[in-house]
């Protein structure tokens, strides 16, 4: 193997300048201070400066040291390389999506209106605007939709359904606005590492004469593809099919479909008027999603909440179904179990079902994706309840309560345990109705009446964006001094 020249080892000044002092005579002076050493100590500062770059010169003269891993930094050297391979960092793209307006019938909503999400003052978080892309009449019912496109392009610009409400540009006789789906689609300029991936899947897999990877670096220099199957002899010979995802590994969106169907194919007549060569016809479409519906029952550490929890799986799984997204069929089974048990409030879990069955993998075909669906949490979130009954409360209630809070806008079903204990034996009830519960029973069954418990809930909606809040209450009184340990555990299935 070659030496490395000494330019490209780690030098400091110091080094430098030691091994030019030691290239003089024995009998000069040397000293610091010294009129050699002064002369010298420049040198070697100029010589330490130059190593350095020389080092960065050949690190950014190669693709794989000229990207960098920073998601915010753009290397302009690896544009350069990639160039080199006709290869161009992709633009950001704009989010895009559908909302509806609101007001008097008849009246015009001209394109170019601007709406907006509302600013978050506490995180100072700016709003977020979109504009209308057409003019859009309101029917008699005083209600039309139309698209909208985000003003500034990338991905933050993505947001959930109900949260564009603010008409930044008035109109007339129009009275609100929101958007009735999710804006989707935008993306951010591409990160170092995605033009690195492209540029070695350029280099190492050599697209030629329209052959399986060359169909998939056409779809690829659109904006905004995340990844593409390719499907020879989709529709018998001559035929071509692209199944695309966008750079969130979901469906792609109708727009980006069109862009790629554009590029490649435009006629689709087998005419070559795309990148793609004349003969086959080629059809471009977006994935098929196949939703991953989890069931599950959690139990949960007592200070855990079921919403902080909900967030925590579901960026567990959705990562998960990412790295699958193209590149592996099979959803596993085990491994959305261990995503489940390397959370850390999670104490455990039981009765995990995937899209209904428990201990199977789910295949994908060549046009599917899996992607998060509905996920059902049977959570036991429990929290101990100690209420002290003593004889100067004699006949009197005291409160014991605790709260769960589940992770959910939509709970269609709600179960309540509660599992009380006191000197007087032990019970345990569920679904318990906002009424009178029996009496306790002593260790040897027989029942006494000088404890009693009632037992109620309330259930409270905290807001359009904060989960549901439910509240257990007990009320035990006694004639004697007992002391009541009480627990309860939420259970919810949820849909959203």
Known sequence: MAEIPRYLEDQTEEQIMQRMLDRLPADLDKSEGSFL?????????????????????????????AASSDPNFRSEELDLRAGEHGITRRAAVAAQGVVRFAGAPGKVVPAGTVVATLADEVSAEASLEYETVGRLELDADGSGMVGVRALVAGKESNVPAGTVIVLSTPVSGVTSV??????????????????????????????????????????????????????????????????????????????????????????????????????????????KEVPMNIRVKLTLA???????????????????????????????????????????????????????VSDQNIEMTASQVAVLGRWMCM?????????NVRKEDEGAFRECSGEGRLGSKKAIQRDVSWKCSTRLGNAAWTNSPAAVVPVLEDSQGEQRDKSEVRLWQEVSHLGE????????????????????????????????
């Open 37 to 65: 050493w002064d002369a010298e100590a420049p040198v070697a500062f100029m010589l330490s400066e130059a190593a350095l770059w020389a080092q960065q010169l050949l690190r950014r003269g190669f693709a794989s040291t």
């Open 379 to 387: 959570s036991s979130v429990g929290q101990m309840v100690r209420c």
């Open 302 to 356: 007592s200070d855990a909440t079921l919403a902080d929890v909900r967030a925590l799986i579901e960026r567990g799984v959705t990562a998960y179904l990412k790295q699958l997204a193209f590149a592996d069929p099979l959803v596993r089974y085990t491994r959305i179990a261990a995503i489940l048990l390397d959370i850390p409030p999670i104490i455990d879990y039981s009765e995990l079902t995937v899209n209904g």
């Open 178 to 287: 929101t958007n009735v789906e999710v804006v989707k689609g935008g993306a951010d300029i591409e990160a170092d590492t995605a033009l690195l991936e492209r540029f070695y899947s350029k280099v190492r897999n050599q697209g030629t004469s329209g052959n399986k990877s060359q169909y998939v670096q056409w779809a690829s220099e659109v904006p905004g593809v995340g990844a593409t199957r390719v499907i020879p002899l989709w529709q018998g010979p001559g035929t071509v099919g692209l199944y695309l995802l966008d750079t969130d590994k979901r469906a792609a969106g109708t727009d980006l479909v069109a862009a790629v169907q554009k590029y490649v194919d435009p006629t689709q007549d087998g005419q070559g008027e795309g990148v793609a060569p004349a003969g086959p016809v080629v059809s471009v479409m977006p994935a």
């Open 465 to 496: 964006e904060d989960p549901w809040s439910e509240r257990v209450h007990a009320n035990v009184k006694g004639k004697e001094d007992a002391g009541h340990e009480c627990s309860f555990y939420c259970r919810c299935w949820t849909d959203e």
